[in-house]
């Protein structure tokens, strides 16, 4: 068991100290003819003095035991409800558990192939033209976006973005087809797009697409 320190012992020491430096102070006013000085620091030392003593005998009432050399102080550890400090992009959690550092990502949201219009021509010779008008929406630029057709009968697929001075060309990567279906990717989309697809018959054609 340790053993605890007291701070009665302490403040009598000091206001014994005191008490001999009042001696002093009278018998310096006895020798000197101007004593006001003197009567100063009587007043201070008798305050002081008169502090300590009274501070001695709280303690010796009511000891405040103080930690032994080397052992922390003893606080209240009870648990309580996690408190979080938020700075930028940073999140301190303070709690149950110590304290947890991390990273708050703030996610744009998914973006979206939107379907502004859809047309359907029937040739003459009984071959089937769709195009779909389509446009990304996002509010950062995608890496990529892959398009997938599903139909019966593909003869032909474009993917062109609006003309810009009536020119429109388009690179596409990793494109395979078939008489039912059809894959290509875009780079970096963005904007509008339109898709062309012309089938040997008419048939439902079906579009998706991925980021």
Do not use: C
Not at 113 to 139: A, N
Not at 148 to 155: E, L, T, V
Not at 166 to 173: D, Q, Y
């Amino acid at each position: 068991m340790r053993e605890e320190k007291h701070y009665s012992t302490e403040l009598l020491w000091y206001a014994g100290g005191l008490v001999q430096l009042a001696i002093v102070t009278l018998v310096w006013t006895y020798v000197e003819n101007q004593a006001m000085p003197q009567r100063i620091l009587l007043t201070a030392l008798g305050a002081a003095i008169g502090g300590l003593a009274l501070y001695a005998i709280g303690e010796t009432i009511r000891p405040t035991a103080a930690p032994a050399p080397g052992e922390p102080a003893v606080t209240d550890n009870k648990p309580g409800g996690p408190v979080s400090v938020t700075s930028n992009n940073n999140i301190v959690s303070v709690g149950p558990g110590g304290v947890h550092i991390g990273t708050y990502v703030n996610q744009a949201p998914q973006p979206q192939l939107k379907l502004i219009d859809q047309k359907d021509i029937v040739e003459p010779d009984g071959s089937h033209t769709t195009t779909f008008t389509v446009e990304v929406v996002s509010q950062l630029t995608p890496s990529f976006l892959a398009i997938d057709i599903a139909a019966q009968g593909i003869k032909n697929v474009r993917i062109m973005p609006p003309p810009i001075g009536g020119v429109s060309a388009m690179m596409l990567r990793n494109v395979r087809w078939s008489s039912t279906d059809y894959h290509a990717e875009l780079t970096s989309p963005r904007g509008r797009y339109e898709v062309t697809v012309q089938t040997t018959v008419q048939t439902p054609v079906k579009l998706s697409y991925q980021f």
